[in-house]
């Protein structure tokens, strides 16, 4: 796993000033999160989460313009955004393919009934996962490598999402009717998150993903994710269970580059 630390260590001494600046203020925030929505009121914390997206995004825009420029960043954030905004919205009206799911009034703006904040979510962790699935599938060649590359890609996204709607729900910002076995979100939920993100790593095809800092911020959420919702939030299960199926696309990552 030489190979892996190696890149890991690489990426974080090649980080610029901005997007170090980007990287710290998002992880102190996400790690303070849990003491903001105790101690303060509902509007700030509400503001403290929307910081924390955007600090992410931008990371994410950074390391994609790096590599891509203007016209391939913004190719891929029109994709991911509005695809995933437009899947949202159906969903919200005809409860399919996820389940009857419905937004709190608080996260605020919403278009159609969806907060802003849901797309750019996928935003700030797709391309992410893009980069694990990447040094997974990277000694393939062909059909195999693209097949496998959208299926794992898809995967490590929803790994993520075993965090996020729990967390969302135990907030009170996600509300399914009816409640869900899995912390309250539908399993089928999942099988969405699995399908609506494989086409549209499909239909985008992204190529020269910036490997590096996008692990790492796929890393980072890992851990920071887990210490919020088991520490702080009380869901062992959700947070064992990103743990570990996020922990085993990264592990997967570190031995085929070793």
Not at 8 to 16: A, D, E, N, Q
Request: net charge positive; charged share 10%.
């Amino acid at each position: 796993m030489t190979n892996f630390f190696s890149l890991m260590r690489k990426s974080i001494t090649s980080l610029g000033r901005y997007p170090t600046a980007l990287l710290i203020g998002w992880l102190v925030l996400s790690l303070a999160l849990p003491e903001i929505q105790f101690h303060a009121t509902e509007k700030t914390f509400l503001q403290a989460l929307s910081l924390v997206v955007l600090l992410q995004v931008a990371f994410v825009f950074n390391a994609l313009y790096r590599v891509w420029g203007w016209w391939g960043m913004l190719r891929a954030v029109v994709g991911v955004v509005v695809l995933s905004w437009i899947i949202q919205a159906i969903v919200i009206r005809s409860g399919l393919p996820y389940g009857n799911l419905s937004y709190t009034r608080g996260l605020q703006p919403q278009v159609l009934d969806v907060p802003l904040l849901i797309p750019l979510a996928w935003m700030m962790m797709l391309p992410p996962a893009w980069a694990v699935a990447r040094l997974i599938t990277r000694k393939l060649t062909g059909c195999a490598m693209h097949l496998a590359f959208i299926g794992l890609s898809a995967v490590a996204f929803t790994a993520w999402g075993l965090y996020f709607d729990p967390m969302m729900v135990h907030l009170g910002f996600e509300q399914w009717s009816p409640a869900g076995g899995y912390s309250g979100v539908p399993w089928m939920n999942f099988l969405g998150w699995l399908l609506v993100s494989g086409v549209i790593t499909f239909g985008l095809s992204p190529k020269r993903i910036p490997g590096g800092v996008l692990v790492l911020v796929y890393g980072l959420t890992w851990l920071v994710d887990f210490i919020s919702l088991f520490v702080f939030w009380g869901l062992p299960g959700p947070a064992f269970a990103g743990l570990g199926l996020m922990g085993l696309m990264l592990v997967g990552a570190a031995i085929v580059n070793r």
